[in-house]
């Protein structure tokens, strides 16, 4: 039998290491992104009909049809795996509806204090559709979430590696980034978040790398970052904020080298490579809504008390807002991630040539901050994030990681440890429990160990159920995926000493 010669590869134990954790933690929440993703994978339209009454932000349009008030991108992308695993959907489907003829409709019962989770449980308990669901939910985080955010792990550890941080650094501050902040909570789930943060980071990567080598970008580059900018517009409104920023990036620090006519040209193969995702942006609303230029907010009826706020939902920053979106426990990024803080500390006190994220890339980092919260603290919709968890500032999460990576590489091991053990800590309770922070860990005191599935089905059975409702079996589950997570890296390990891989 050959050697799986490829785990020698820290690059490819990275990868399959999140993905195996973040699989097993996948959550059963049925976001917005999920119906459309439905419709398409079944029935290969954006219109959601069947689904009308299933969430708020359903609703039927002018022409008598129901759609979503948000952008499909996502949904489009999430229909794939949910496409290639219908059948087995279908099957699952056809059995929980043959039991509802044969048994009738069962006492459906979730044991939550969350309003609107008990009677979307009865709801689907009644169409028959929990257990299809439930499977589906599992498909797009296995199949979609957790791999593709283990690949932006291992981006971020090659980046970091052509920054000149060693292996082992590197390593560590990218398992941070992946299980010792909010990105825990949101790879679990369906969420359009997720992807502006990928195409944010990437975008200004491509531009990054490339700004420190002679000439301009290089034409594929601008391309490429144009069109990851175009994904974030293409995937949501607050792209409106990041576009500029990245194509500020862009052009500002070629002024040092070339005129501003050059700069401008130069800068329009970004502005055409934003086009294709703006084009399905364009296409989508016309295909929703019959107008390819307004969006859905425009079509939405007032089905929250914030619509009515400013204008459809905007003012101007709100102080209180502001300081929610950085502290408060229900979706503050501090809060929830209170390893960023290292961010904040200057870094005066070390040579230009030694950072492994440079002056005028921190200025991009903290100006993105500025703005990213401005726009949080203005959009009235943050304060539903109590329902959520956090999510309007995750693209802001990969950029202070980079931040912090020059305090961190210079911190004792015992220091360091003390900091993941918190910070991991931190963010895998809210991934469980998915609560704010105290009430999270009040869960956990509660409830010992647990996984959000698990909780989910229990909450959703028999109280007395055998298999539920206890600590062990998580724990259980647990302790095996962390023994095969040491197996697959240590296996590595020692195959990377004997070849020289890293």
């Not at 820290?10 to 419709?39: K, Q």
Request: with cysteine; charged share 15%.
């Amino acid at each position: 039998m050959a050697s799986p010669a490829f785990l020698a590869s820290r690059p490819w134990r990275i990868f399959l290491i999140a993905w195996l954790v973040y699989s097993v933690h996948f959550a059963t929440n049925v976001v917005r992104e999920h119906y459309p993703a439905f419709s398409i994978a079944e029935h290969g339209t954006f219109r959601v009909d069947e689904y009308q009454g299933f969430h708020p932000d359903i609703f039927v349009h002018r022409d008598g049809h129901s759609v979503i008030g948000n952008q499909v991108l996502v949904s489009a992308l999430a229909a794939v795996p949910l496409f290639l695993c219908d059948p087995v959907l279908d099957a699952i489907e056809r059995y929980s509806k043959a039991r509802l003829a044969e048994q009738g409709v069962p006492d459906a019962e979730y044991r939550t204090t969350r309003r609107n989770s008990v009677n979307f449980f009865r709801l689907v308990k009644t169409r028959g559709l929990d257990l299809r669901f439930g499977a589906a939910t599992f498909i797009t985080t296995a199949l979609f979430m957790a791999p593709l955010t283990a690949l932006f792990l291992v981006f971020f550890y090659r980046v970091l590696r052509r920054r000149g941080v060693d292996a082992s650094q590197a390593t560590w501050l990218t398992f941070l980034l992946g299980f010792g902040t909010p990105l825990f909570y949101r790879a679990t789930v369906l969420g359009h978040n997720m992807f502006v943060m990928y195409a944010m980071f990437a975008s200004f990567v491509l531009l990054w790398l490339a700004h420190h080598e002679p000439g301009p970008v290089s034409v594929r580059r601008r391309a490429l970052a144009g069109f990851f900018a175009g994904v974030t517009l293409a995937t949501d409104y607050i792209g409106v904020i990041i576009m500029p920023l990245l194509y500020a990036y862009l052009f500002i620090p070629r002024l040092t080298s070339a005129s501003w006519q050059r700069s401008f040209r130069e800068s329009l193969v970004m502005v055409a490579g934003s086009l294709p995702p703006i084009a399905f942006l364009l296409f989508s609303q016309w295909a929703m809504y019959g107008h390819p230029f307004w969006p859905g907010q425009h079509w939405m009826p007032h089905q929250n008390e914030y619509v009515n706020v400013g204008m459809r939902g905007f003012t101007l920053p709100a102080p209180d807002l502001f300081f929610k979106s950085l502290f408060d426990p229900s979706f503050g990024m501090y809060a929830w991630g209170p390893i960023l803080l290292l961010s904040v500390v200057p870094v005066w006190r070390y040579a230009p040539a030694s950072l492994v994220l440079p002056a005028r890339e921190r200025w991009f980092v903290w100006a993105s901050w500025v703005a990213l919260l401005l726009f949080a603290s203005a959009n009235q919709y943050s304060r539903l994030q109590f329902n959520s968890g956090f999510r309007y500032l995750l693209p802001l999460v990969p950029l202070l990681m980079l931040a912090l990576a020059d305090h961190w590489i210079r911190l004792g091991w015992r220091v360091k440890a003390g900091l993941t053990a918190v910070a991991i800590g931190q963010a895998w309770v809210l991934a469980v429990y998915r609560e704010p922070v105290m009430r999270s860990w009040q869960l956990l005191y509660a409830e010992g160990p647990q996984l959000p599935w698990y909780r989910v089905l229990t909450l959703t059975s028999r109280p007395d159920s055998t298999w539920l409702g206890t600590w062990w079996l998580p724990t259980l589950l647990l302790g095996l995926t962390l023994a095969v997570a040491a197996g697959i890296w240590q296996y590595g390990r020692r195959l990377e000493l004997t070849h020289g891989a890293h």
